[in-house]
């Protein structure tokens, strides 16, 4: 076997690249810090919301707000008064309600105040409209918009299978 040359270490970093690096490694981190900061120092605003956003009187509505960082909140309106909020969840991110608008609302659009942890709390204010008509229940207004003609249609033809699946049960039974 011939006798191999000794092997080289592998090459090291100059002191001067060292410096270099460590330079690079500082300007990183303190932008790194740098653009950070104000995303975990600046508070983000509370947004909130109504569900449904057009509602009769009488109807009812979802109050929301989320961000507020506190475990209380209200929300008020000439459609509906003061309602109290209350967490959705343990970190208190999420506040909710419910209110009823009242049935001598008048038409139109009505603000909705939403503010954090009360009076002098962060506020929030979104719209609400009230439509004119009463709120429908029952039927939910499926059928009020149908002529008599299309009542009588579709009650024939719910009648026709119901007879047609007698019909075919029964020859299956005598087969």
């Not at 500082?26 to 508070?43: D, E, K, M, W, Y």
């Not at 439509?131 to 029952?138: E, I, L």
């Amino acid at each position: 076997m011939p006798d191999k040359p000794p092997a080289t270490p592998l090459a090291t970093p100059s002191a001067a690249l060292s410096v270099t690096a460590r330079r690079l490694m500082t300007v990183a981190a303190a932008t790194l810090i740098v653009a950070a900061a104000p995303a975990t120092l600046a508070h983000a605003a509370p947004s909130a919301g109504v569900s449904p956003t057009s509602v009769a009187p009488g109807g009812r509505v979802a109050l929301n707000i989320d961000g507020c960082g506190t475990r209380t909140g209200r929300a008020t309106s000439t459609a509906f008064g003061e309602v109290r909020l209350t967490p959705g969840n343990l970190e208190a991110t999420n506040l909710f309600g419910s209110a009823t608008v009242l049935r001598n609302a008048s038409t139109g659009t009505h603000r909705v105040v939403f503010e954090c942890g009360g009076p002098g709390g962060e506020r929030v204010t979104v719209s609400l409209q009230v439509t004119p008509g009463a709120a429908r229940g029952g039927t939910g207004g499926s059928i009020v918009s149908m002529s008599p003609w299309q009542i009588g249609i579709g009650g024939t033809l719910a009648a026709s299978a119901l007879g047609a699946g007698v019909w075919v049960l029964r020859r299956r039974a005598m087969a």
